[in-house]
């Protein structure tokens, strides 16, 4: 997993606050996530399953979470 390159989003809050969650895909398809504060823990979800999370993200489906 030390080859994958890691993506953090660009509303991540700056100044190394390590508040951000990376992502990366593989060339298998399979797409990762872990926070930037502890990036020894990793999640691993199909490319079905992330675009379904990122509609609802985008749709605001989450906003009553934070």
Same mark, same amino acid.
């Given at each position: 997993?030390?080859?994958?390159?890691?993506?953090? /989003?660009? %509303?991540? *809050?700056? !100044?190394? /606050? !390590?508040?951000?969650?990376?992502?990366?895909?593989?060339?298998?398809?399979?797409? %990762?996530?872990?926070? /930037?504060?502890?990036?020894?823990?990793?999640? =691993?979800?199909?490319? =079905?399953?992330? =675009?379904? %999370?990122?509609? *609802? =993200?985008?749709?605001?489906? %989450?906003?009553?979470? /934070?």
């Amino acid at each position: 997993m030390s080859d994958l390159k890691w993506r953090k /989003s660009g %509303f991540s *809050g700056g !100044g190394g /606050s !390590g508040e951000c969650v990376e992502v990366a895909a593989e060339p298998r398809g399979l797409i %990762f996530l872990r926070e /930037s504060d502890d990036p020894a823990v990793v999640i =691993a979800t199909d490319p =079905a399953r992330w =675009a379904a %999370f990122v509609r *609802g =993200a985008k749709q605001g489906n %989450f906003d009553d979470l /934070s």
